[in-house]
């Protein structure tokens, strides 16, 4: 008895022997992408029953419209006659959409990498005239998966899936990323001054009289739209890496980067010219301007990396050389704008934020809305649009420095 | 959490308990060794202090396990002694309680991708034969004690891929580590 006693603990170690094998898992998600043949997707690009707003992207206003993105899905189409009722009027389908801008009845829209053009005349009877091959090039890929000549991802299949994984800890990636994109809307009157349309600082396109410029991961393009149904591409500039924005005002546009903003002038509409440079930190950066000063939001997260976030409010009367004028702490600011010496900006999880910018120098914050995560806006005419995480809402400003809600479109699941 | 956090109240009341009623005394053990299982073999240390009363002895124990990854078992514990024979004895002992992580959350850059973990807390188990060898006065013994021990924690990782427009949601990977190990060790209590 005493001899099987003291051989317990090796008899104990043979027994735990078998179960001496760490179980780790790892669980992640794959998407699986459901493709669609490109004619199919093309026929399919007009103005098809109205849908919920999902994943509400960037917005442009045009009129008494507002075309709103869903991301990667499309474009909802809004009747904001009356803005204390919105209704949403048709969708149009364009898989792989962040991007939009409209000139003169047409719609300019990225569809993935390319660049689409949409007949709106009559926004209820939206028809595909054409596209632009690889106008967009960084966006040929989407979580790991590419479109092929013929085919087109319209929808994305998650499937959580939960894998062993060896005995140590580890950081594997898991094998299909997800690229999840999104935009808002904001603001950004165009450089003509049209009040027929209007962009936000969200927006990668910009239209300048007879031209469209786009902004992709690492170039300015230019496109020259004489004829507004077929896009010609004239010109490209290389401005490094992690684009984000462009936003135009007069004679020039205003490109916001990762690492700084960048100036271009338009004396030659089709071959724009870098003029100034303003570096920062690194983050993300729209920017909108007017004829004396920038005002750029910067903020950490995702790509944008860095610590800050902030407003910086530059001198541009010299555009050679932007200088700094003031930084302003915030949350994590996105979009932004301005009306007269209004300045609204989307600050994130902070909420909305109503600035007095009569001295650009000296900003007062007059107003928070909190409990909304914002990502753009357009002020225009005593109305403000806003993009948040769960709708859009639209807010009277005709009493300076009050914002008043008029509605809210908000998101269904 | 709960349901880890019951045996120790029941044992800290029973311990209570047996001391209004018998008496028991203040015990405490101390102890260093390794854990080895299939991934490596690290080192722990634990103390565990309580009451003793007759064959039994219960308390609270904290300890640091390096197995895999730092970590800090916060435990209640049960011993039962017997084939007592003079300052000798063997016993059995039983820990649960839960195994909280003490490693650094990384922020991990790679090219453009932004990575950090977030780290909870595990189930943290064991179970032992020991001996018990008393020397010089009182109640001082060495402990000698194998064992199987369990510990485990999550982790969930996010990444911040490349993202063209906000807002963009950032992929979640979520681990889990269940580490299975033989536990050998040697102690001082009193």
Known sequence: MRKTIYLLPVLLGLLFSSCLKDKNTMTYTIMVP?????AEVYANIKSNPARGISSPGKIFLYGNYIFLNEVDKGVHVIDNTNPANPVIKTFIDIPGNLDIAVKDNMLYADLYSDLVVVDIADPLNARFVRFLPQVFPHRI???GFMSDSSRIIVDWIRKDTTVPIGSSRRWGFADVYILSNSGAGGQGLSATGNPTGIAGSMSRFALVNDFLYT?????LRSYNITDRSNPSYTSASNLGWNIETIYPFRNKLF???ATGMFIFSLGNPASPVQEGTFSHVRSCDPVIANDTHAFVTLRNGTVCSGTSNQLDV???TNISSPQLIRTYPLTNPHGLSKDNNQLFICDGAGGLKLFDATDPGNLVLKKTIEGIETYDAIAWNNNLLVVAKDGLYQFDYSTPFTLVQKSKLGITK | MKNILLPVIIIIALASVSSAQQKPAFSSQTYAGMVTGEATTDLQLQTINGLSWKQWFAGAGVGIDWYSFRSVPLFASVNRSFFQKGKRSLFVSGDAGVNLPWVEERLYTLDLVY???DLSPGLYWAGGLGYRFGVGK???????QVGYSYKRMQEKVTS????????????????????KRISVRVGWGF
């Open chain 2, 138 to 144: 009182a109640d001082n013994a060495l402990l000698f």
């Open chain 2, 115 to 117: 990575r950090d973990s």
């Open chain 1, 34 to 38: 459901v493709y669609k043949d490109k």
């Open chain 1, 215 to 219: 902004v992709n991961m690492s170039q």
């Open chain 1, 141 to 143: 890929y989407s979580n």
């Open chain 2, 160 to 179: 911040n891929f490349p993202c063209f427009s906000p807002p963009c949601v950032p992929v979640t990977e979520t681990y889990d580590y269940r580490m």
């Open chain 1, 255 to 257: 490109v916001g980067s």
């Open chain 1, 314 to 316: 530059l001198n541009v």
